[in-house]
C-alpha cells in the first residue's frame, strides 16, 4: 500500500524513513509503535509530536501519543505487544529483525516505544 495521507498545512513533522514492509504497515493504521533507539535527537519526542514516515516518494503523516523507555528491545516486545510493532511477524523474528538493523551498541543507548496513529486530515 502506498496511499498518502494529504499533508496537513501548518504542522511541523520529524521526518524518519522506513523500509517499505514496515511503511505500509504505518500507512494502512496496523503498525501502531515505531521502535528506535534513544539517539540524543529523539529525547525530546513527546506525546502530541507529529512525525512523517517516508519511504521513497511516499509519506505518512502519524503523531506521537506515548514515548516509552525500555532497556531492551526484548523488554519493549515483551510489555508492548510484538503484535502492536509488527502484526505480521512473530515475536522472535521482530527480535532479530531490529538487532540486525541496531547492534548491541545502539540498544544500549535505551529502545524507544513511540506509539503513533494516523493525523487526521
Do not use: W
Not at 494502512?28 to 529523539?42: A, F, H, Q, S
Not at 502530541?48 to 528491545?73: E, W
Amino acid at each position: 500500500m502506498t496511499a498518502r495521507p494529504a499533508a496537513v498545512p501548518g504542522i511541523r513533522a520529524r521526518e524518519m524513513n522506513l523500509y517499505r514492509r514496515y511503511f505500509d504497515l504505518v500507512a494502512e493504521g496496523r503498525k501502531t509503535i515505531e521502535v528506535r533507539v534513544r539517539y540524543p535527537n529523539l529525547r525530546t519526542l513527546t506525546e502530541g509530536d507529529y512525525i512523517r514516515f517516508v519511504c521513497g516518494r511516499d509519506d505518512c503523516l502519524t503523531r506521537v501519543t506515548r514515548v516509552t523507555v525500555y532497556p531492551s528491545f526484548e523488554q519493549l516486545l515483551d510489555t508492548e505487544g510484538a503484535a502492536n510493532v509488527n502484526p505480521d511477524s512473530p515475536r522472535d523474528q521482530q527480535l532479530a529483525n531490529i538487532r540486525r538493523i541496531y547492534g548491541p551498541e545502539k540498544e544500549a543507548l535505551g529502545a524507544l516505544a513511540i506509539h503513533i496513529q494516523l493525523a487526521q486530515d
